[in-house]
């Protein structure tokens, strides 16, 4: 099995900072590309950023130049570092992964539980 955690979300005031990471863990053999959904209230989920196994990123429009994705492989984690945050930002933020698991040979897509993500004054 595997198991996405995240963490790092909660309340911050426009203009601030929030740092989001995601832990994998488990049986795992290699992790493909990481991703960080969001879903605010009433919306569809939507894709916010994407890194690949060598390092490559995407982001969606609305964030670049604000959100930055990187990830540490030694560790199996990804972070989503979010400067400039406005209250259009607020959702509930998902981690996923594409990770092949040890003794596997195909990968198999990830959720984590997701972090809550306010920005209010």
């Known amino acids: 099995q595997v198991q996405l955690v995240e963490s790092g979300g909660g309340l911050v005031q426009p203009g601030g900072s929030l740092r989001l990471s995601c832990a994998a863990s488990?049986?795992?053999?290699?992790?493909?590309?990481m991703r960080w959904y969001r879903q605010a209230p009433g919306k569809q989920r939507e894709l916010v950023a994407v890194i690949g196994s060598g390092g490559s990123t995407n982001y969606a429009d609305s964030v670049k130049g604000r959100f930055t994705i990187s990830r540490d492989n030694a560790k199996n984690t990804v972070y989503l570092q979010m400067n400039s945050l406005e209250p259009e930002d607020t959702a509930v933020y998902y981690c996923?992964?594409?990770?092949?698991?040890?003794?596997?040979?195909?990968?198999?897509?990830?959720w984590g539980q997701g972090t809550r993500v306010t920005v209010s004054s």
């Open positions: 996923n992964a594409d990770v092949t698991m040890v003794g596997r040979y195909v990968s198999n897509n990830y």
């Open positions: 488990g049986s795992i053999f290699s992790i493909n590309a």
